[in-house]
């Protein structure tokens, strides 16, 4: 069969890109090697949202997604456990005051509704939060968190519904091209024929694009999470502390829309690989920091825990692009922890691409995601 475009991978980007290109009439396959969708790392992030980031295009992108899913029930009808609970980046510390602070200028120049509160407001939003050296912090209150699986359902039926096709437990074994032009794709069942290759195979993109010769910086590295029992809720936004303690960077959790507290933690140094099997060393190390931070969360039992993978960058920011050896062949990879905020927007984006009507604000994200950067800087807040 022919097609307009192939997606490799029915993961947190490929899904709502195959809804966006739907929507846009082109005709599309999904090809994903697990039976169903999300099931690579979709199902492993724990619903953050947010457009609090420190670089023009990630705010952009993530701008978008937020309306995307913070109005779906009302537009689309299906419930994806939106909560508009806000991000909050507690400080203890002078150095990151100033980091934050600096940050705002660039963020408000975004639209971003944000702003640095005194430590009575954070003590309000986060009832029992560790006073001691709390200085402050900022509040994005448009932020928010989401079920990843039940908003990849609401959007893999969108894409069903406009016409796109699914082949699960199907392996893309080898991009196949020809002089430098893509001509479709070789799975272990069949062979399927499209001009454009949209490759959204997150930490496994390395080795799919190698069959076409080429090399991408995507190293995947493991984090864990770790749901708890449900409990009255309390707290709604999303907690990011982001000092340092020995053998971890930063960590983060919220309390779900069901009452149960979501978390996970920033290794370090990074766990690189693709082992997916979970650690002991993990909860007795994320939950000490966050019971030192929320102590009556002390009691609360642990339900369960996963471990998954980040395809990270160099910088900590995607690549988003049409390569320039193999014609055809368009990266929507290196999500790296941002995958599920960054993807709706990201696909829009993507379908504009294909379309070739992008806008001024797309310039502005292509730029920061191309794949030729020169990944000199890092992200701040990645
Ligand atoms: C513990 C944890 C917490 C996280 N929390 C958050 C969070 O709060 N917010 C957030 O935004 N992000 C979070 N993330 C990150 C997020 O999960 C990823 O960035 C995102 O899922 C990556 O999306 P993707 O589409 O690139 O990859 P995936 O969702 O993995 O999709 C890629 C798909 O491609 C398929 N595939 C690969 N190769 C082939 C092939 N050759 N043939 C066929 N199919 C193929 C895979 O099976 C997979 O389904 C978290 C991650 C972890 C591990």
């Not at 689309?76 to 609970?85: Q, R, V």
């Not at 100033?98 to 939003?125: A, F, T």
């Not at 039926?157 to 196949?176: D, P, S, T």
Request: with cysteine; net charge positive.
């Amino acid at each position: 069969m022919s097609y307009d475009a192939i997606i490799a991978g029915a993961g947190s980007v490929g899904v709502p890109t195959a809804m966006a290109l739907g929507q846009m009439g082109v005709k599309t396959l999904v090809i994903e090697m697990n039976p169903s969708p999300g099931q690579g790392e979709n199902k492993h992030a724990i619903g953050g949202v947010r457009a609090t980031h420190s670089d023009p295009g990630k705010i952009l992108v993530c701008r978008r997604s937020l309306e995307i899913f913070s109005t779906w029930q009302d537009r689309m009808g299906d419930n994806i456990e939106w909560l508009k609970g806000g991000y909050v980046f507690p400080v203890y510390r002078k150095s990151d005051e100033k980091m934050l602070k600096g940050l705002l200028p660039i963020q408000k120049k975004h639209r971003l509704n944000i702003d640095y509160i005194g430590s009575e407001k954070i003590r309000k939003i986060i009832p029992g939060i560790n006073p001691k050296g709390l200085r402050g912090g900022t509040f994005a209150p448009d932020d928010g968190s989401i079920s990843p699986l039940l908003s990849i359902n609401a959007f893999y039926r969108q894409a069903l519904n406009q016409g796109v096709e699914f082949r699960f437990k199907e392996r893309i074994e080898n991009l196949w091209c020809d002089k430098g032009k893509l001509i479709g794709v070789k799975t272990n069942l069949s062979t399927h024929k499209a001009p454009v290759i949209i490759d959204a195979a997150g930490p496994f993109s390395p080795q799919l694009c190698r069959t076409a010769r080429v090399d991408l910086p995507v190293i995947p590295d493991s984090h864990e999470g770790a749901i708890t029992e449900p409990v009255q809720p309390f707290f709604q936004c999303m907690v990011v502390d982001i000092r340092p303690a020995p053998g971890s960077k930063n960590y983060y959790f919220y309390q779900n829309k069901h009452g149960q507290v979501v978390f996970c933690i920033t290794p370090d140094p990074p766990i690189v690989g693709t082992d997916k099997r979970e650690t002991s060393r993990f909860l007795p190390q994320v939950c000490a920091r966050i019971v030192y931070l929320l102590p009556r969360l002390k009691n609360l039992r642990v339900r369960r825990t996963w471990r998954g993978l980040y395809p990270m960058t160099p910088d900590g920011s995607p690549l988003v692009g049409w390569n320039r050896d193999v014609k055809g062949l368009l990266h929507a990879t290196g999500m790296c922890g941002q995958g599920l905020m960054i993807a709706p927007g990201i696909a829009e984006v993507i379908a504009r691409m294909i379309a070739g009507n992008t806008t001024q604000d797309d310039k502005v994200i292509l730029e920061e995601f191309s794949p030729y950067r020169q990944f000199k800087a890092q992200e701040a807040l990645k």
